[in-house]
T-cell receptor, first 115, second 116 residues
Framework: KAGVTQTPRYLIKTRGQQVTLSCSPI?????VSWYQQTPGQGLQFLFE???????NKGNFPGRFSGRQFSNSRSEMNVSTLELGDSALYLC??????????????FGPGTRLLVL | AQKVTQAQTEISVVEKEDVTLDCVYE???????LFWYKQPPSGELVFLIR??????QNEISGRYSWNFQKSTSSFNFTITASQVVDSAVYFC?????????????FGTGTRLQVTL
């Protein structure tokens, strides 16, 4: 069974631009979560989607948004990019959002560099 | 609020040495789950183990073992006879039981360097 896939793997943008990252979960998994990883803040939860609905949201500004499609694929969008948005963005999928009863499996991440 | 502390920022060992990575957590929930993930240089987080708060049995998987002690809120990870391929950053994570949402709170990670 294929793992979580994320595209693109690397991205370079300039301040003020917007970016869209994509995540395809493991087949059969319906919950998708997004995390941001930076050297300064570590791994931080962004949001979680299940059945095309956002179920949980981390403490990030409204510039960070996401959505989930009927096939469980998810996209996250960052508008008006700032230098501090440079990070590794990790997507994780699980069978359902069950607070830990289901293991989250992570993709390889998208490394975003904002210049 | 939940919190995970990995006090060891970086550990260096020589191959075949045993090494223990510490993890201390804080939560007010009575039901919760603990995880360990490995992050090699490629960046992907690789799942290693999940343990719920009601299962305090230690677990061994090959060279890996985990010691869960609720009394000290610790979930430590030991690698026996370390190998160069074990070099990575290891994260401990905590998930509370909400039943309707999944959110992992991660520690800051421990970078393990295994040399020949």
């Amino acid at each position: 069974k294929a793992g979580v896939t994320q595209t693109p793997r690397y991205l370079i943008k300039t301040r003020g631009q917007q970016v869209t990252l994509s995540c395809s979960p493991i087949s059969g998994h319906r919950s998708v979560s997004w995390y941001q990883q930076t050297p300064g803040q570590g791994l931080q939860f962004l949001f979680e989607y299940f059945s095309e609905t956002q179920r949980n949201k981390g403490n990030f500004p409204g510039r960070f948004s996401g959505r989930q499609f009927s096939n469980s694929r998810s996209e996250m969008n960052v508008s008006t990019l700032e230098l501090g948005d440079s990070a590794l963005y990790l997507c994780a999928s699980s069978l359902a959002p069950s607070g830990g009863e289901e293991t989250q499996y992570f993709g390889p991440g998208t490394r975003l560099l904002v210049l | 609020a939940q919190k995970v502390t990995q006090a060891q920022t970086e550990i260096s060992v020589v191959e075949k040495e045993d090494v223990t990575l510490d993890c201390v957590y804080e939560t007010r929930d009575t039901t919760y789950y603990l995880f360990w993930y490995k992050q090699p240089p490629s960046g992907e987080l690789v799942f290693l183990i999940r343990r719920n708060s009601f299962d305090e049995q230690n677990e061994i998987s090959g060279r890996y073992s985990w010691n869960f002690q609720k009394s000290t809120s610790s979930f430590n990870f030991t690698i026996t006879a370390s190998q160069v391929v074990d070099s990575a950053v290891y994260f401990c994570a905590l998930s509370d039981y909400t039943g309707t949402a999944s959110k992992l709170t991660f520690g800051t990670g421990t970078r393990l360097q295994v040399t020949l």
